[in-house]
Structures are given as C-alpha cells and as structure tokens.
C-alpha cells in the first residue's frame, strides 16, 4: 500500500512542479528554457504514471517509460544547456536514445529478468546527464546558481549509473510480474521523488533568481517591446564581447530593421506602427536562445546578439525571424497586409569591439535594405545572402540610407489596402 501511494505521489509532485515552472515562465515573461523545465516535468510525470499503473510484465511498458523518462532529459538538458549559452549535443542526445532504444528491446525479447533492462535505461538517462554535465562545466559560469545546478547534475549521473547495478547486485534476479514488489521498485520510487525535489528547488531558485534580476533591471526595458532600450543593450555589449574574446566563443549580431515604416504609420498611423514594433520585439523575445540578448536600438531597429554561435547559424536564425514576420498579423493594419523585415548579420573577430562590429552588421542591413529589403545580408560572406520575398527599390526611410529617386508603385499594395488613407 505504502508503494502505491509513493508511485502516485511522485507524478503527482512532478506535475505540481511543471505546473509551477508553466506559471513562472508566463507571469514573468521569462525566456524559453523556463518552459522547457515544466514540459520536462510533465514528461517525467508520464514516465511515472506509466511505470505505476501498466503492467508490469507487459512488453510495452518498459519502452513507453524509457520514452517518455528520455525526452524528460532531453528536454532538460537542453534547457540547462540553452540558459548559459552551450550547445545541446542535440545529434548525440538522439544517438543515445535510439542505441538504447534497441538494447532494450533485446532485453525485452530474450529473457523475463527486468534486472538487464533496468541497469540498461538507466545507463542510457545518466549518459544524457553526463552530456549536460560536460557542457555546463564548460560554459564556467561561477555564480552559486550555475554551481548548485552543476551538482545536482553530478548527482543524477552518479545516481543513474551507480544505484541499478548495486540494487541488482543484491537483489540478484525480478521476473517482470514480481517487479512491483521488489527492493529495487520500493528503492527507486524514494529515489526519483527526493531527486525530483532536489532538482525542482535548485531549478525553481534559478529561475526566482532570473526572475528578480528581470524585475531589478525593467528600468533598462523600452516599454513597447520588453527587449532591452539602447543604453542597456550597449552596456550588455560591454561586458558579454570582452567575455567572448576572453573565452574564445563564437558571437554574432543581428541587426533588424522593419521595411517600410514611415509608410506604416502615414497610411495606418502611429498606433499600427506600435503594434507592429510591439509584434517584432515579441517574436524576437521567443525565438532566441535565454543565453542572447535582444534590444531595440531605435524607432524600428533591433539588435540580437547570439552568444556562442557561428556565423551560418546566426544567419540563419536571422531568416527564421525574417519569414516568421512576413507572416505575422498586426493590429490595425488590414487582414491581407504583411509587413517585412530586412537583416545584417556580422561575427566578432579577433579584438574587435562593438562599435566595429556593429558598423560592420549595419553596413550589411544597408545592403540589404538596398538590394530589395525583406533579406538577410552577411557581412562575413558578402554577395551571397539569403533572398527571400518581393523586392522592391531603396527609400529614404533609414537616416543611414541615401535619398533614391520615390518610385510610387512600391507602395501601391499599401496605399490601395489602406482605404481613405
């Protein structure tokens, strides 16, 4: 009896705690490995439910667990990773979970012992942890946050690689209909239920932590977008460049400009030209990483700087939000109009500052801007940029950009959309 109380308490706990991190993630418009914590919890919440209540000796049930425990620590290590700005190992990750996958299900076939099959998942979830563990120690990041998370880490690789082999080492053999019943079921469902508090106090702090930060510094917010203003966009610069340089790191930067807009706001006026801002920074927001920083840098101009990531990604990243807006509605504008954006993408070389790579990223939004907007320049691989969208002739709506000759059939889809105006 006591057993199936803590088989149902232990998802009913993961379930509370991925309802708590959805909330922190929504009400505190947090970054997106905030969320990706909560879907981990309530994949983890199915592994237990599935582990509990199907049958044991069924041959599904081993597998359907595995699942769904497997995309729980994907999903985790991908969050930890993405909040201090390391790669996931995504491919590795995958070749984990399929080379188990097929283990397990030899296992399954060829004996009744769960003993083999237990020690194999569980080889399988502590070599994903592993993997974090790896890159969040290489991210050295010293704050007592990063340390508490990196020993919670250290702690479920241990855990998973040492507890199944010296539970069977006493327990000898568990046919699949004696497994409820066993040593190791009433072992490891105390296991995972402490793991779990551990592990959701750590991650809940980090994120109070973010949170608290987030509110201490809205005052560097511009109010329109939630993206950082000028001033404190810069002063992020400031500090993150000579930290790349210092740890060798990839940084990139996006700089964005809404086409058209004086047009926007003439025809629509300045309410659909908010809105539309409004809209740009929102996208920006939930498209990158929690380890970049957005800002916006003028009326219509944003910035992205992308930590740790090479040039063809960031450029590639300035397309996804390049075609994302060219598909996204706006308040006040007719139902058939989209707007577009245009994009310079620049990576940091060696020593340079931000003032040089910034000039560089914008000299490449002005060629974008003038080959025909709604694209990508690249200031590292100049002449072959990424074109997508109609073009259209260069106007003076940029105070970097030179008076061209008004060619009015441009504005035509606007104007004839945009009624009496």
């Not at 993405?82 to 190992?89: I, L």
């Not at 769960?114 to 991210?139: E, H, K, T």
């Not at 810069?234 to 940084?251: L, N, Q």
């Not at 929102?282 to 700087?305: P, S």
Request: contains cysteine.
């Amino acid at each position: 009896m006591q057993t199936q109380i803590l088989g149902l308490l232990t998802p009913m706990m993961a379930l509370l705690f991925a309802v708590t991190f959805a909330v922190f993630w929504k009400a505190g418009r947090m970054k997106r490995h905030v969320l990706g914590f909560a879907i981990g919890y309530l994949f983890f919440a199915a592994g237990f439910l599935a582990t509990h209540l199907l049958p044991a000796n069924a041959f599904y049930t081993f597998h359907l667990t595995q699942f769904f425990y497997s995309i729980g620590c994907g999903i985790f290590v991908v969050s930890t990773c993405e909040r201090v700005g390391q790669r996931p190992y995504l491919p590795l990750l995958l070749g984990i979970y399929i080379a188990n996958a097929l283990v397990l299900a030899l296992a399954v076939n060829f004996t009744n012992d769960v003993g083999p099959r237990l020690i194999l998942i569980n080889i399988g979830y502590g070599s994903m942890f592993l993997v974090n563990l790896v890159a969040l120690l290489s991210a050295q990041r010293s704050d007592w946050v990063d340390k508490a998370i990196i020993a919670v880490t250290a702690i479920q690789v241990a855990d998973f690689f040492i507890r199944p082999t010296l539970t069977m080492m006493f327990e000898q053999t568990i046919p699949a209909e004696e497994y409820r019943g066993s040593i190791y079921y009433s072992l490891i469902g105390l296991v995972l239920g402490v793991k779990s508090i551990a592990g959701a106090m750590v991650l809940m702090g980090a994120t109070i932590v973010e949170w608290t930060n987030s509110l201490r510094e809205s005052s560097d917010k511009d109010p329109l977008t939630g993206l950082n203003n000028r001033a404190a966009f810069e002063e992020a610069m400031g500090r993150i460049i000579p930290r790349a340089h210092t740890e060798d790191k990839p940084f990139s930067l996006v700089v964005a400009d809404i086409d058209h807009f004086k047009q926007v706001n003439d025809i629509w006026g300045h309410q659909a030209g908010d809105s539309a801002i409004s809209g740009f920074g929102k996208l920006i927001q939930e498209t990158i990483r929690g380890c970049d920083t957005a800002g916006r840098i003028g009326g219509e101009e944003f910035c992205v700087a992308v930590w740790n990531c090479p040039n063809e990604p960031a450029e590639r990243l300035a397309d996804r939000i390049r075609t994302a807006f060219a598909r996204l509605e706006h308040d006040g504008l007719n139902d058939d109009i989209r707007l577009t954006a245009s994009f310079g993408v620049a990576t940091v070389r060696e020593g340079e500052s931000y003032e040089r790579l910034f000039a560089r990223a914008d000299a490449a939004l002005y060629r974008a801007k003038s080959n025909g907007r709604n694209r990508v320049e690249n200031d590292d691989n100049k002449g072959q940029s990424v074109v997508q969208g109609s073009q259209r002739e260069p106007t003076n709506e940029r105070g970097s950009e030179q008076q061209a000759p008004s060619r009015e059939p441009e504005l035509v889809e606007l104007k004839s959309a945009g009624g009496k105006g």
